[in-house]
DNA sequence: TGTAAAACTTGATTATAGTCAATTTAGTCT
DNA sequence: AGACTAAATTGACTATAATCAAGTTTTACA
């Protein structure tokens, strides 16, 4: 019996005391999941979700009903924070995209926790900051006129965060082209044009970087 | 009249009571620094800084040891504010290029405070999911393909936060236009358009929105 | 490994929205 | 109130990217 504490697999919780782990993990509900099971939904929401094992993804459904990828979640990743603090959901789901194992929590016993416990509010606030961060920088991105524009910064953030010039793109283009707002076709294009032109080098989805775009 | 609250230019203290702004104010240190200091750098990051008074970069370094500049900073800018609450900057550097009156906001202090008072913890926490909500609802706007659902979708959303189908559009067509991805002019036809569709029925910023977009 | 299903690419066409420029309207200040 | 400035509207034109469709490649899985 390995006592596994999937809390454990969340950055949140990973520079938390054994004990404060474990204090958090009594109160999280463990679950086995199919792929395909839609885990979070705007009428069941009031949860925070840990991905023990297994990947996601959480979108939201245009008005025209289709999905928009915000986020691809993956093993450690964990989504939920804006609903536990009592923001309500209307339009987000999380879907898993394989067999996962997932920790769910509950609304009402984690608030209780943080107000005990001053160091899990501060963990929670940075992670807030970070998730900030990242759709300022979605927002800035979608915000900018052209496709190529939004590509080139897109990359050239790549690069600052992988710490080199030859990066991996995390999504797939379906994906990215939804992240970029736009399209796969599109997107597809603005990435043979620049590597016509000699600024990027690219197989499949390692590029490398050659000029700064 | 109103004594200047440096804080108060920062989005995740704004939401606090003025009273609590005020304690925030007093763990701010106030600094006069000359041009070419540098007042955030990988080894010294754990803090927000604000900008009463002066001019400012932010620059990273490139892996050839280039700077590459990514913010221009004057008064009434601030940076950090995810630095303040925990993530780590390993290759920011903010230089004063004039001399500058700035504020200074350690993490340590500021850590502090939320351990005290947990009350303002959580307030800062419900603000920042706030944030990240809006910041969601934004980034789902600016992914619709067309400027018409983008601007339905927005019109809907405000009937359902004023709960009233008479909303006030709450910035400006520029701001607006800017906040949806598109242009003012652009704006301005999608909206003549929907008022002679008989969509809507609009003066000014004042609009009855007549059947569900 | 072989097969089917996704993902991606490429081309031709169309439509949408951006740009530039000229007016009109609203807001502000003394 | 009148004059000035900023905001919004309208028009003509252009460019960009979306769409539709057909092919190719990659990936997943039996």
């Known amino acids: 019996m390995t006592e596994e504490l999937c809390v454990r697999l969340v950055p949140l919780f990973n520079q938390l005391s054994i004990d404060r782990q474990r204090q958090v993990e009594q109160l999280v509900h463990h679950q086995h999941v199919r792929r395909g099971t839609i885990v979070v939904s705007p009428n069941n929401s009031n949860r ?3 991905i023990e094992q297994g990947k996601g993804r959480l979108y939201q459904l245009s008005a025209a009903g289709e999905e928009q990828v915000q986020r691809v979640l993956t093993t450690g990743d964990y989504v939920g924070e804006t609903w536990l603090l009592g923001v309500t959901n209307s339009s987000s789901y999380v879907e898993m995209t394989t ?3 997932i920790c769910i929590l509950d609304r009402a016993d984690f608030t209780r926790l943080i107000q005990n416990h001053s160091d899990i509010a501060l963990k929670l606030l940075a992670g ?4 900030i961060d990242d759709l300022r920088q979605q927002t800035q991105l979608m915000g900018l006129p052209s496709i190529e524009e939004r590509l080139a ?4 953030h790549l690069v600052a965060e992988q710490g080199s010039t030859l990066v991996t793109l995390p999504l797939k283009l379906k994906d990215l082209s939804s992240y970029l707002g736009t399209t796969p076709e599109t997107l ?10 000699g600024q ?5 989805r390692q590029i490398r970087v050659l000029k700064s775009l």
Chains 1, 2 share one sequence.
Do not use: F
């Open 48 to 50: 925070l979700v840990i």
């Open 153 to 156: 910064m897109y990359l050239n």
């Open 188 to 197: 597809s294009r603005k990435l043979t044009q620049l590597q016509k032109n």
């Open 128 to 131: 807030q900051a970070a998730m």
């Open 99 to 101: 067999d996962s194992d």
């Open 200 to 204: 990027i080098d690219r197989h499949l």
